[in-house]
């Protein structure tokens, strides 16, 4: 009767602590999902505009931009501009929901630069570059973006995501006018710590003095090594992420114009002028 006993207890004690692991579980998924939820988050496009475009939808975190006139020269360097924004899209499960929710994390920490070359009607981007800084990334819930800085993205050990183009992007004539376009980007995308030749769909547009280009691109968390985080068996991440950005431009200095280039003659005249005080 006692080793009876003894073994009944102990049942009752496994039993104890396995009722309290499942409820510290639920809990934890609990507030991982429903305290600490939050709205539905749009997708990153280009933002909208105020006179008629060929495209352009809302959903970017940026203040609504003209197209009314037509774009300035374009040739020359574009370096990232305030109101940029990148960030990741992924699909959570929760063991007992009926249907996965998206998790959207995002951050402004975005540098770089494109180089546009050529004329008007013939503009193409010859060298693109772009950092982000991804150890900055927040959502709506802070246990998540604690999470993913050791698991998944794993942003403590690489806290930055790189994109370098390495195909020309041959710009249409309609991007001149402020509308927006179509094209793609072909490059080195390197997330954590690893890198792959990629081709990401763009949409693009040229208005005035600012440049905006937002797209995404999907792909298996295995391309980039990394694992889909989990919370023990309570919330799971569906193997797939999405990239997606919304990345405005700004000359990095002021672009030349016909009008404050000076005649090649001008030019001439100066240098020998330079040249006829140095030999006298």
Known sequence: MGMKAIRGRRGLLAGALG???????????????????????????LSSVTATS??????????????????????????????????????EQLAFAAAPSDAVGRTSSVQGTITIQGTAGAYQVS???????VSTLSSDRAMRDQRIRSMGLESSRFPTATFRLTSPIML???????????????????????????????QARLSGSRIEVAGSITFPFSDFGMTPPSIGGF????????????????????????????????ISGLRASVAAATYN
């Open 19 to 45: 009722g309290i692991l499942l409820a510290g579980g639920a809990g934890l998924a609990f507030v991982y999902f429903g305290v600490m939820g939050g709205s539905p988050v749009a997708r990153l496009t």
């Open 54 to 91: 060929s495209s352009g939808t809302s959903g970017s975190a940026t203040p609504t931009t003209s197209s009314s006139s037509n774009a300035s020269s374009g040739a020359g360097t574009w370096t990232v501009a305030s109101g940029s924004a990148a960030g990741y899209r992924v699909r």
């Open 127 to 133: 060298a693109a570059s772009f950092t982000v800084d």
């Open 172 to 202: 249409p004539a309609a991007a001149e006018s402020g509308q927006a376009v179509d094209v793609q980007a072909t490059g080195d995308l390197t997330i954590h710590g690893v890198t792959r030749t990629v081709t990401i769909p763009l």
């Open 235 to 266: 919330v799971s991440v569906q193997p797939n992420a999405t990239m997606e950005f919304d990345i405005f431009f700004q000359p990095a200095s002021p672009l030349a114009t016909k009008r404050d280039r000076a005649p090649l003659s001008v």
